[in-house]
Every structure is written in structure tokens, then in C-alpha cells.
């Protein structure tokens, strides 16, 4: 592979964007958690506002974890948000970024892709990465014919990926490649032809099949159901456990998944969730959600209560205006629920 004619192929056709104009650490590694799962174009506004809102990793120390899940919401995986919070807090206790992979790895969601970034990018460490780009452009090369996810071919992977990488100029390197297969070496229809390292490729005639990586089991199906209980003007947001999915978020007080009938079954959940018997009114309609191990149909209920509330399994519940929720962490799939319980707020909330 002929990484001369990469890098020259980087330097010319290489995007421009905020955090390699300077690469900082914290910049660096804002935009590599933000971009795992999803597409650059989307996690760029979201880039600039935590630059602005907090612009040193001590800043985003100091955020209270309410904050930071608000500006995340809409991104999805909020774990991510969370050890981004943890991790600057650590980053803060120690003074400055680690300056070592391993360093790196210790903190928290930073995984042997992201630290391979930060490290090679913003701080001149002689690391590889494998991401889902290098590891296509990699396999069409060199004509790997396995499933890269097996720990062997990962392995593997990972030490073609050093043993590529050029003095001084890792950081590079490890970019050109993973635009490349952003760009050129796309999933389908590569351009081989306006491949730099076409020359070698071993395995373009077959690219289109390779990586070879067999269809993961379907997701399964389930349902969940939530209700819209409202006094006066202002609707109930309760605030999910610190652990497990969509963490620490607010949202329509329910339940997920169940079986049987729905309107008893979330009658019975609000009833030992919230602590005080909840009136179930309307069934208002439901929204489908996929997550990344399941499929969720949704039900939205409207709903009353009479008394006090006293959360168990919500770790919070309070009134809000759903008209002005900005800054509160709600998960996509609540701001989904809510836009069929609130008229009106389709437009402000998705
Ligand atoms: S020649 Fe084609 S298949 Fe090979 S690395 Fe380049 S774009 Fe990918």
C-alpha cells in the first residue's frame, strides 16, 4: 500500500473541518465521540455548540450532567454524553489530557478506536485506528475474505493498521484513511478508479462484497406504552434510572417492554413508578422506535392523577412546560411521544 500516494491524496482532497484546522485534544475528542454512529454533517452543529457552550475540558467539568444530556438530545446513545461528562471530570482531576494510548483508554468510553484518534490526531502518538472505514479499505486491499469482527481478523486489523502507519506522521495517515473510505472506498459502488492506492488493491474486483460480514440477527419487536398526565398547562416528566437504557433522561412517565393488554399494564407501572394511582384517559396514538438491539411501538396515553407524587423507580418527577423544554435532557423517543401528546409542539421539539 503505498502510503505516500494517500497522504498526497489526503492533502489535496481532504475536508475541511473545525477540530484539524487545530487539533486540540478536547476538540478532537468531542468530535470522535460525537461521530461514533453518527454522520458528520449531523454532529457538527452539536460540535460548535458544546464548543461554545463549554470550551475547555474544564468547562465541561464544571456542566451540571442535566445540561450536557440537554445539548446532546437528539444524538442518540446517551452513554456517550455521560462518560463524556465523567471523562472531563477526570481530564480536570489529572491537570490535562493523558498523553499515552493506554492513558487515554482509562477514561471512561474511550475505547482502543478513539484513543488510536485522539492519540495519533491531536497529540502526535505513533497509534493506529480501525474504524468502520479503515477496516473496509483495509479488507478490499488486501482481499481479506473473513468476518472482521471475529477477534482474530480484528486483531489482525489493528496490527496491519500500525505496521502501516508512517514516522511523525500517524494522525495523517490514520485520516486519509478513514476518509478514503468515507469517500472513495464507499460501501457500495467505490470509485475505484479515483483510488490512490488502487495500484496494489487486491481486492477491487470483488469490493462490493468485501468487507465480508454476515447479516446480524433481526431486531426484535416489542412495545411500550406511556402516558401524558397534565396539570393545567404543564405535563409530568419523569427522570429515568442512572443506569440502563436512555439513562438519567426525562420523559413521559411508562413502561417498556411489556406483554398483554396495554392500558392495565401501564395503569400497574405508573401506579408503582410514580407512587400515586394515575387516571388513564385517551389512547392518543403510539411512535415507533428503533434502538440498536430493538424495534419499540410505543403507546401514548393521556392521563390524571390525584395526590402526591412519590417516585420509586423514577429517580425524578416534575411539571414542565412542554413548550420550553430546551436544556432538559429528553430522549428522542420521548420528544417523539411527546409531539403526539402536546398539539402544537411537533415542529419545536423533533
Ligand atoms: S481500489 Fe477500489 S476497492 Fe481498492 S481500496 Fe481503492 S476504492 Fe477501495
Given at each position: 500500500?503505498?502510503?505516500?500516494?494517500?497522504?498526497?491524496?489526503?492533502?489535496?482532497?481532504?475536508?475541511?473541518?473545525?477540530?484539524?484546522?487545530?487539533?486540540?485534544?478536547?476538540?478532537?475528542?468531542?468530535?470522535?465521540?460525537?461521530?461514533?454512529?453518527?454522520?458528520?454533517?449531523?454532529?457538527?452543529?452539536?460540535?460548535?455548540?458544546?464548543?461554545?457552550?463549554?470550551?475547555?475540558?474544564?468547562?465541561?467539568?464544571?456542566?451540571?450532567?442535566?445540561?450536557?444530556?440537554?445539548?446532546?438530545?437528539?444524538?442518540?446513545?446517551?452513554?456517550?454524553?455521560?462518560?463524556?461528562?465523567?471523562?472531563?471530570?477526570?481530564?480536570?482531576?489529572?491537570?490535562?489530557?493523558?498523553?499515552?494510548?493506554?492513558?487515554?483508554?482509562?477514561?471512561?468510553?474511550?475505547?482502543?478506536?478513539?484513543?488510536?484518534?485522539?492519540?495519533?490526531?491531536?497529540?502526535?502518538l505513533h497509534a493506529a485506528v480501525?474504524?468502520?472505514?479503515?477496516?473496509?479499505?483495509?479488507?478490499?486491499?488486501?482481499?481479506?475474505?473473513?468476518?472482521?469482527?471475529?477477534?482474530?481478523?480484528?486483531?489482525?486489523?489493528?496490527?496491519?493498521?500500525?505496521?502501516?502507519?508512517?514516522?511523525?506522521?500517524?494522525?495523517?495517515?490514520?485520516?486519509?484513511?478513514?476518509?478514503?473510505?468515507?469517500?472513495?472506498?464507499?460501501?457500495?459502488?467505490?470509485?475505484?478508479p479515483a483510488c490512490p492506492i488502487?495500484?496494489?488493491?487486491?481486492?477491487?474486483?470483488?469490493?462490493?462484497?468485501?468487507?465480508?460480514?454476515?447479516?446480524?440477527?433481526?431486531?426484535?419487536?416489542?412495545?411500550?406504552?406511556?402516558?401524558?398526565?397534565?396539570?393545567?398547562?404543564?405535563?409530568?416528566?419523569?427522570?429515568?434510572?442512572?443506569?440502563?437504557?436512555?439513562?438519567?433522561?426525562?420523559?413521559?412517565?411508562?413502561?417498556?417492554?411489556?406483554?398483554?393488554?396495554?392500558?392495565?399494564?401501564?395503569?400497574?407501572?405508573?401506579?408503582?413508578?410514580?407512587?400515586?394511582?394515575?387516571?388513564?384517559?385517551?389512547?392518543?396514538?403510539?411512535?415507533?422506535?428503533?434502538?440498536?438491539?430493538?424495534?419499540?411501538?410505543?403507546?401514548?396515553?393521556?392521563?390524571?392523577?390525584?395526590?402526591?407524587?412519590?417516585?420509586?423507580?423514577?429517580?425524578g418527577a416534575a411539571w414542565f412546560?412542554?413548550?420550553?423544554?430546551?436544556?432538559?435532557?429528553?430522549?428522542?423517543?420521548?420528544?417523539?411521544?411527546?409531539?403526539?401528546?402536546?398539539?402544537?409542539?411537533?415542529?419545536?421539539?423533533?
Amino acid at each position: 500500500l503505498d502510503t505516500r500516494a494517500l497522504l498526497d491524496w489526503y492533502t489535496a482532497n481532504r475536508r475541511e473541518l473545525p477540530w484539524r484546522t487545530d487539533p486540540d485534544p478536547y476538540g478532537v475528542w468531542l468530535c470522535e465521540v460525537m461521530s461514533q454512529q453518527t454522520r458528520i454533517e449531523t454532529m457538527l452543529p452539536y460540535w460548535r455548540r458544546f464548543q461554545a457552550r463549554w470550551p475547555t475540558v474544564g468547562d465541561l467539568a464544571a456542566a451540571d450532567l442535566d445540561e450536557v444530556l440537554g445539548e446532546w438530545a437528539g444524538l442518540g446513545y446517551y452513554s456517550r454524553a455521560r462518560n463524556l461528562h465523567a471523562a472531563a471530570q477526570q481530564i480536570a482531576a489529572l491537570g490535562a489530557f493523558p498523553d499515552t494510548v493506554k492513558g487515554l483508554r482509562a477514561l471512561p468510553g474511550v475505547g482502543p478506536y478513539t484513543a488510536g484518534a485522539i492519540g495519533s490526531i491531536a497529540l502526535g502518538l505513533h497509534a493506529a485506528v480501525v474504524d468502520g472505514n479503515v477496516e473496509r479499505v483495509l479488507c478490499r486491499h488486501d482481499h481479506i475474505n473473513q468476518d472482521p469482527r471475529t477477534p482474530t481478523v480484528r486483531k489482525a486489523l489493528w496490527a496491519r493498521a500500525q505496521a502501516l502507519l508512517p514516522q511523525g506522521r500517524a494522525g495523517d495517515f490514520n485520516q486519509a484513511l478513514m476518509e478514503l473510505g468515507a469517500s472513495v472506498c464507499s460501501p457500495r459502488a467505490p470509485e475505484c478508479p479515483a483510488c490512490p492506492i488502487q495500484a496494489t488493491c487486491q481486492g477491487q474486483a470483488q469490493a462490493e462484497q468485501l468487507p465480508n460480514k454476515p447479516r446480524k440477527t433481526k431486531q426484535p419487536e416489542v412495545r411500550g406504552a406511556c402516558a401524558a398526565i397534565w396539570q393545567g398547562e404543564r405535563v409530568l416528566l419523569a427522570r429515568r434510572p442512572d443506569t440502563g437504557l436512555l439513562a438519567g433522561l426525562w420523559e413521559l412517565p411508562g413502561l417498556d417492554p411489556f406483554d398483554g393488554d396495554e392500558e392495565p399494564a401501564l395503569g400497574q407501572a405508573l401506579r408503582e413508578r410514580l407512587g400515586v394511582p394515575v387516571t388513564l384517559g385517551a389512547r392518543l396514538g403510539q411512535v415507533r422506535h428503533v434502538f440498536t438491539h430493538r424495534k419499540l411501538t410505543l403507546g401514548v396515553w393521556s392521563g390524571a392523577v390525584s395526590g402526591a407524587l412519590a417516585p420509586t423507580w423514577y429517580t425524578g418527577a416534575a411539571w414542565f412546560d412542554p413548550h420550553d423544554l430546551d436544556g432538559l435532557g429528553v430522549s428522542t423517543l420521548a420528544r417523539k411521544a411527546l409531539a403526539i401528546a402536546v398539539p402544537g409542539v411537533q415542529g419545536r421539539l423533533l
